[in-house]
Each structure stands twice: as C-alpha cells, then as structure tokens.
C-alpha cells in the first residue's frame, strides 16, 4: 500500500473512529489523520496477530480493521492528553 493510501485509510478511520467516540479532542484535521494512520498501524498488527486478517487496501475489511485500531488508539490518545 502507497503512503497517498494509507493518508486515504488514515483520513477514513480516523473521521469514522471520531464519529463513533463524539468528544472533545484537541488536534485537527492533521491529527485526525496521524490519529487514523497509527490506528490503522495498530489494528493490523492486532488483527494479524490474532488471525483475523490484515490492513491490506482501500477495501472493507481493512478499513473495519483500521477504525477498530483508531478507536482503541484515540481512547488512549484521549486518556494522555489529559
């Protein structure tokens, strides 16, 4: 996968993954994009370490993948900006 989409995944993740936990969350849209690229990062190596597939494209089953990792990661995000 291209860094361009990764950027894509990350952007798509990181609004879904904000969406999903409303809240006020410091950063912007450049932070929803890093928040929805690390996300991507985790939940793949989640996913893949638990057999449940792998970030692989701009397809469904890696963007579930991704925003399930960007959720996990703005929780924790959230907790250390405190």
């Known amino acids: 996968?291209?860094?361009?989409?990764?950027?894509?995944?990350?952007?798509?993740?990181g609004l879904i993954a904000k969406l999903l936990m409303p809240g006020r969350d410091p950063g912007g849209?450049?932070?929803t994009i890093i928040?929805?690229?690390?996300?991507?990062?985790?939940?793949?190596?989640?996913?893949v370490n638990l057999g449940w597939g792998s970030v692989t494209g701009l397809n469904l089953e890696s963007i579930l993948i991704a925003v399930g990792g960007s959720i996990v990661f703005?929780?924790?995000?959230?907790?250390l900006a405190r």
């Open 74 to 79: 703005l929780f924790i995000y959230r907790l």
């Open 29 to 31: 849209f450049f932070i």
């Open 1 to 13: 996968m291209g860094i361009f989409a990764w950027i894509i995944l990350g952007l798509i993740a």
């Open 35 to 47: 928040i929805g690229i690390i996300g991507a990062i985790v939940g793949g190596y989640i996913a």
